[in-house]
């Protein structure tokens, strides 16, 4: 089992900046990819951002390339996203994933989740 919990979302002006983490913890946690998704309300849950096992890789979504970061320190078994020159359409409730391929960007693909964390972008 692995667990997961998220941190550091609220409430930032547009253009503003923000950063997520994820705190990993349980049995071969290292090994997996991870991934961060959000969901607005009344929409699906959309993949925002993957990263490998071995933080090398990292792929995101149109909608935040250029703007948005995700990285992780292995020695502490954390995930971030760092969220830059923030948009109203960003808000959402942020996901913190886990699974066995990074390259998945579809949420049933995954099979750990955090419970999330609410970032609100005002304009």
């Known amino acids: 089992q692995v667990q997961l919990v998220e941190s550091g979302g609220g409430l930032v002006l547009a253009g503003g900046s923000m950063r997520l983490s994820c705190a990993a913890s349980?049995?071969?946690?290292?090994?997996?990819?991870m991934a961060w998704f959000r969901q607005a309300p009344g929409k699906e849950r959309d993949w925002v951002a993957a990263?490998?096992?071995?933080?090398?890789?990292?792929y995101y979504a149109d909608a935040v390339k250029g703007r948005f970061t995700i990285s992780r320190d292995t020695a502490k078994n954390t995930v971030y996203l760092q969220m830059n020159n923030l948009k109203p359409e960003d808000t959402a409730v942020y996901y913190c994933?886990?699974?066995?391929?990074?390259?998945?960007?579809?949420?049933?693909?995954?099979?750990?989740w955090g419970q999330g964390t609410q970032v609100t972008v005002s304009s």
């Open positions: 994933a886990a699974g066995p391929d990074w390259l998945q960007q579809q949420a049933y693909e995954y099979d750990y």
């Open positions: 349980g049995r071969y946690v290292s090994n997996y990819a």
């Open positions: 990263i490998s096992w071995n933080g090398n890789r990292a």
